[in-house]
């Protein structure tokens, strides 16, 4: 019962963390998954294998998101290798939490170019090859509505433009029988939050439930969202946050 089957995917981010979970996760409802990353190529070599060896096709590909030409260049070798695309997981995304007196114009145009322009460059590229059925979704964060910590305004702004851009895209896709999503992540377990520590504690206390989340929890929705069952649900901002912005 593969939900997925003869789909083809590009998940951005896919070599780590929640990405490399999607990766998986779309694989095994019988996608072939194609995905990017920038610093690891051992960790994604380990996961295109892992992939592999579910019977379906992946593709690792070099891209930086914060090089637009990278990132159209990844979304044409999807539909060349794949032959087309059929879900985009906009998952790629720094975040650098410095309170406002030290955060340099770099970092700023940086967590732009790979959390926000991105996503809009990969999106524009996708949607030219889509089909109708196709899925586009956003790995946004919590952090879009609620924000109880100092030093995190560029990042919030950054997953707050995605609500934005999805409810506006959600209307030029509409016709097409597009959809377009946010997932809105609480504190999930990866390289980026760990579940230690100092910080991890002052989270924590922010929750209803209280643990942090894990990258198959958050894959679990993507795979929901992807498949035809979630037909009706577009230009909507998702959480699963552990109650973090209840
Ligand atoms: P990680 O830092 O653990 O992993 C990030 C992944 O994105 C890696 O595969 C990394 O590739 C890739 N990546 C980073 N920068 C680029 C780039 N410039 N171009 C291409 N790929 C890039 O992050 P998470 O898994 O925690 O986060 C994934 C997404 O989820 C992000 O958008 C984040 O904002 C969001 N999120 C995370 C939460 C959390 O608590 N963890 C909560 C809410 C949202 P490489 O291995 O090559 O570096």
């Known amino acids: ?83 087309g695309i059929d879900i985009l997981v906009n998952n790629a995304g720094v975040a650098q939490l410095t309170p406002i007196e030290d955060f340099t114009l770099a970092d700023f145009d940086r967590t732009f170019a790979i959390n926000v322009r991105a996503v809009f460059v990969a999106t524009q590229a ?39 851009l999805v409810q506006g895209l959600a209307r030029d896709l509409g016709p097409r029988g597009i959809t377009i999503n946010n997932v809105q992540p609480g504190p999930i377990a990866t390289d980026m939050n760990p579940p230690e520590g100092e910080f991890a504690e002052m989270l924590k206390k922010q929750l209803a439930l209280p643990r942090y989340g894990t990258v198959e929890e958050v894959a679990g929705m993507v795979a929901y969202l992807a498949g035809s069952e979630a037909a009706y649900i577009t230009g909507a901002n998702l959480m699963i946050d552990g109650g973090f912005s209840a």
Do not use: W
């Not at 070599?15 to 194609?34: F, M, N, P, Q, Y």
């Not at 060896?53 to 891209?63: E, N, P, R």
């Not at 995190?152 to 934005?164: D, P």
């Open 1 to 83: 019962n593969y939900t997925l089957k003869n789909k083809r995917a590009l998940v951005t981010g896919g070599s780590r963390g929640i990405g490399a979970a999607i990766v998986k996760r779309l694989a095994t409802e019988g996608a072939d998954v194609a995905f990017t990353y920038t610093n690891s190529p051992d960790r994604a070599k380990e996961i295109a294998e892992a992939v592999q060896a579910l019977g379906v096709q992946a593709l690792d590909i070099q891209a930086n998101s914060a090089e637009a030409s990278e990132v159209v260049a990844a979304v044409e070798q999807t539909v060349e290798k794949l032959g």
């Open 126 to 164: 996708a949607v030219k090859h889509m089909q109708e059925g196709g899925r586009i979704i956003n790995i946004g964060s919590t952090n879009a509505e609620r924000v109880p910590f100092a030093g995190g305004s560029v990042y919030a702004m950054s997953k707050s433009a995605l609500q934005g």
